[in-house]
Every structure is written in C-alpha cells, then in structure tokens.
C-alpha cells in the first residue's frame, strides 16, 4: 500500500454555516488534485457538484454502460477522474477500488459523516449460527483485533454459493466483529483502508466528538483534527439566535398524556407497544399535526411501524398519510423539506445497543444524548428552518422529555 493515512480533517459546523459552498470553493482553488466527493444525496453527488465544479470535471458513476455503478467507479479512478457518489456506494468498495486509490493519490470529502461500524444485519444468519460454525471449527475469534471473525473452513470441504457465502465474504473482507461481553453482539466494521488509501480525508459534518464514526476512529487509532483551511459564512451562534426567534414549541392536551418515562417511545417502546399505546401515540400525533395542513407537516417515529409487514401494530395519521409527511429520523443534507412548517419528533433516540456494547467494551461508549440531539437537530434542517429569508414561524412538537429538553438547551446554551 502507498498511503498509510491515520488521520482525518473535520470540518465541524451546524448547518447553514456554508460548509458545501465553502468546501466547493476550496476545492476549485486546488483543481491540481484528484478528488472523491461522497454525500447521502444523489442530488448533490449527480447535480451540484458536477455544476458547481464543472472545470474540473466531475463524474457521478451510472449504469448507463456498466452492469454496476461500482465497475463505472472502478473505471473512473483507475482514470484518475475526479467522482462524486453516494455514501451507500462509498461503503461497498472493493480492494480493487482501494488499490487504485491508493495508487492515484486521492482527497476524500465526505459530506456527513459515515459510520463505520453498523450492527449485523438481522435478517442474515442468526448469532447461534455463528456460534455453531466457531464451535465447529470453521471460524474463529481474534481477540487481539477487536473481536475479528476469521474465516478458517478449508476450500478442500467448503462449497461456495450457499447459506454462508455472505458471511464467508464479510469475514474475508475483515468486517465481521463481535463484542467481549457476549458472542451473540455482532457488528460490521467498514475496512479502514477507506481511510489509509487517500492524501487526505475532510469530513463536514456537525457535533461530530462522541459520534458513532468519531470512537470508531479512535478504536483504529486514526487521529482527529480540525479542518481550518476555509472560513465559514455564519457562526453557529447567529444561526442558533436566528433559529430561536422561529421555533414554536407545541404541546397539546392530547401529547401531553402520552408523554412516557426515560425509555418510552424509544425503538425497544415502539416494537414491544400494545396497540392502545399505540392509538394513543397515533391521536397525540395528530394533534399536533393539526398546526398546519398536510403539506406543512414532517412527523417522525421508528419506520418498522410503517413498512414492516411483521410489525405487531401499524401506526396512520389520518389526514397526514405517510408517504407525504413521514420523514425518517436520520435524514441528513437534504433540502427536499424546506417547505415544511410543522415538526412532530415522536421518537426517543439512543445508538443502536450492539454497537454501542461494542464499542463499550474498549472504553468507546457513544454519548447517548450528543448521539440523540446530533440527530435531531439534523432533521430538525430539514424544515423550512434551513431557509434563511423566510419569517414562518416552526411549530415542533417533541413528545418525549428528553428529546424535548435536548432541544431546548441547546437553542438556549448550543
């Protein structure tokens, strides 16, 4: 390997300070460079940045002559092209994408930050099927690098193309995980060569300390530092202040009732609640929506109790059907909102339980209320608040306490 980067450049500010714009001027400025641009938005990846940087020529990779947009991306940097795509194509790379960018010197922009480490997807093999295969001696635990799944069942007696063939990969690529406490916690960790291939790596993001990716990279030893090679358009406490004069926070009769303990209306609340729980959580919703018409209105809760066939109960707003209103809680970058003037949070956030025992067990817990606000706050710009000239007022309803007083101080304190 060429490069054996360590550290990354972050570019910590709220929303509307002028990260992109700032970013894409930097970038013009140092047209020399090679550069991958990676956001959550299609839009920005296939529209503004290729505008915006026309003379350098970036291209977003497309299946118009390619099977995959991972072989057009492979094409394009073994070409030394600058490439703007998605963080969901970002995570699937292969060595044979990390090779040629190694060898082509790239800078990474990451808009939004990545992360890292994401739970064992459920539906894939059950944490007893992991355990049977170690037992049998076709994998095996490296607990001297970080609870690493080894692949160790011999080509001689394995037949590729089964049940395990997926597994058989991840553990290839070095993704697979467990936690110390207990074998059942599995985790997927993105290979870290993401971060030693390129130049550099500049992540823009906001609150980005304690952050899922912020103890992921200090679990690998990659250091953290400020990104201070451009100046912002405004400073987060005139965008607070400005923020605060707009926002209406409602509470009605009816939310009021519904406002649980500590855990309540958490992911754990939502798929374990009874449908009367459920119907009144649905009314309190409404209530609340009631702030404007249907064109105005975002509300927020856990998305299996809207697309899950298997979900015990279904939630409906009525009158705010879910393919106009429902907005899921992590959404990031997005301007697609802006029009929208009425709130509804309805969920209690905290980092996924496997992944934050992961990273607990080597003394990397995520801060479960920076974890919350962070996100909140990010859905939060999605409205109409992310418009600067606009004088609407904000109605927001935060049903649970916490997420409620999160919010509150921070307009208040930051």
Known sequence: MKHNNQEIEVLDAIMGSGKTQGIIKWMLERPNRKYLYVSPLLSEVEDRIPQSCESMGFVSPSTTNHKTKGEHLLELVKEGQNVSFTHSLFTSLTPSHLYWLDLNNYTLIMDEEIDFIEPYPSGDLKPADIMTLEQSGHLSVDTQSFGRVDWTWSDETYVDGGKYSKLKRMCELEMLHVAKRSREMM???????????????????????????????????????????????????????????????????????????????????????????????????????????????????????????????????????????????????????????????????????????????YNLPVDSDAFALSELIQWVWRSNIRVVDSKKTIYIALLHPRMRGLFERWLREG
């Open 187 to 361: 985790v997927l960790h993105l290979p870290i060569g993401l971060i030693q291939v390129m130049e550099r790596v500049i992540v823009l993001t906001y609150k980005f300390k304690g952050s899922v990716m912020n103890q992921f990279m200090e679990l690998k030893g990659v250091a953290v530092k400020d990104f201070t090679e451009l100046s912002l358009q405004h400073s987060e406490a005139e965008i607070r202040y400005r923020a605060s004069e707009r926002f209406e926070v409602v509470r009605t009769r009816t939310s009021v009732k519904v406002e649980k303990p500590k855990y309540g209306l958490s992911y754990t609340w939502w798929s374990n609640a009874n449908p009367k729980d459920l119907a009144d959580v649905e009314r309190a919703i409404e209530s609340c929506c009631r702030k404007g018409g249907k064109s105005d209105v975002i509300y927020t809760f856990p998305k299996d109790i809207l697309y899950n066939p298997r979900a015990k109960a279904k939630v409906a707003i009525k009158g705010y059907g879910r393919d106009e209103c429902w907005l899921y809680c992590a959404t990031k970058a997005t301007n697609e909102y802006s029009g929208k003037t009425v709130l509804v949070h309805a969920y209690n956030r905290f980092p996924n339980q496997g992944v934050n025992a992961y990273l607990a067990d």
